[in-house]
C-alpha cells in the first residue's frame, strides 16, 4: 500500500498526540510533513502530491489547489472554512472538513470577558489607577446593571449558543438573529428570535458569531450602525470582514455606537 502524505500548513498551530494517535488508530501507512510559511508559492511546491492537508489559517486558495495532482481531503483545524476555496476543491473532488466544536467554549468566555470589561470600563479604569490615580477617572460612565440590559446574539451555532446561557446567568434578556433557526429552537433556548434590523435597535450589546461566507461580508455596515443605540457595543469574535471596518470606524468617529 502506498504511503499516505500528509502535509501539514500551519506553523503556529502545532499537532499534539491526540492528532497523532488518530493517525497510528487509523492503520495508514502515513508521513507527515509540516511547512514553516504559509506563502502561496512554498505551498504549490510541497503540495503537489500530498493526500491530505492539515489546516490552520493558510490560504488554500484555487492555484494551491489545483496544484495538488491527489489530494482527498483538506482538514480545517477549527469551524470556518473561509480560507480554503471551497469551490475549487468541490471541482476537484476533494472534502473539506472542519471541526464544529472547536474551542466554543473559550470563544464564548472571551465573548463574556469583552461583554464585561466593556460594561465595567475595566480597561480606562485600570489605566487610570496605573497613572497614579484614585476614584473614577473624569466623565466615565456609571456601569449599567446587566440584568437590565439586552444582549443581541447574531448567529445561534455552538457559540452563540454558549453565549446565550453566560448571559443569562447574568440575568440580560437575550435576542437573536440566525437565519437558519426556527422561533420554536429559539424559545427552546429562552431567546426571542427576531430580525437583525430590531436586533440591532434593542441590544446593548451585539455579538457576532456568525462563519465568514459571501452572506455574512460586511454583515455590519453604516446602514446597521445607524440602527444601534449610541451606547450600544459591538463584540466580534467572529471574522473581522463581517465588519465592515471603514463604516466601524466612522460609527465611533460619530460616536454612533
Not at 461583554?115 to 485600570?126: S, W
Request: glycine fraction near 8%.
Amino acid at each position: 500500500m502506498a504511503t499516505f502524505r500528509i502535509v501539514h500548513t500551519d506553523p503556529t498551530v502545532v499537532p499534539n498526540e491526540i492528532e497523532f494517535g488518530e493517525l497510528e488508530a487509523s492503520g495508514l501507512d502515513y508521513t507527515f510533513e509540516p511547512i514553516t510559511t504559509r506563502s502561496q508559492e512554498e505551498l504549490i511546491r510541497k503540495v503537489t502530491d500530498a493526500d491530505a492537508l492539515m489546516v490552520g489559517f493558510a490560504q488554500i486558495t484555487r492555484p494551491v489547489i489545483e496544484a495538488m495532482s491527489h489530494c482527498k481531503v483538506i482538514s480545517r483545524y477549527g469551524i470556518g472554512v473561509d480560507m480554503v476555496d471551497l469551490q475549487a476543491a468541490s471541482e476537484r473532488g476533494i472534502m473539506v472538513a472542519n471541526v464544529p466544536d472547536y474551542c466554543f467554549e473559550e470563544v464564548s468566555n472571551q465573548t463574556m470577558a469583552f461583554l464585561l470589561g466593556l460594561n465595567r470600563n475595566l480597561v480606562a479604569e485600570n489605566a487610570w489607577v496605573h497613572a497614579g490615580n484614585w476614584g473614577r477617572p473624569p466623565n466615565a460612565p456609571l456601569p449599567a446593571r446587566l440584568s437590565k440590559q439586552t444582549a443581541g446574539i447574531v448567529g445561534l451555532g455552538n457559540i452563540g449558543r454558549a453565549v446565550v446561557s453566560k448571559c443569562q446567568a447574568f440575568g440580560m434578556r437575550v435576542v437573536g438573529f440566525d437565519p437558519y433557526v426556527s422561533a420554536e429552537a429559539a424559545r427552546g433556548w429562552g431567546v426571542e428570535l427576531m430580525g437583525l434590523d430590531e436586533l440591532l435597535r434593542q441590544a446593548d450589546y451585539v455579538c457576532l458569531h456568525v462563519p465568514l461566507t459571501p452572506e455574512t461580508h460586511h454583515l455590519i455596515g453604516a446602514e446597521q450602525f445607524a440602527l444601534m443605540k449610541p451606547s450600544a457595543v459591538l463584540i466580534n469574535v467572529a471574522r473581522g470582514p463581517v465588519v465592515d471596518q471603514k463604516a466601524l470606524y466612522q460609527a465611533l468617529v460619530n460616536k454612533s455606537i
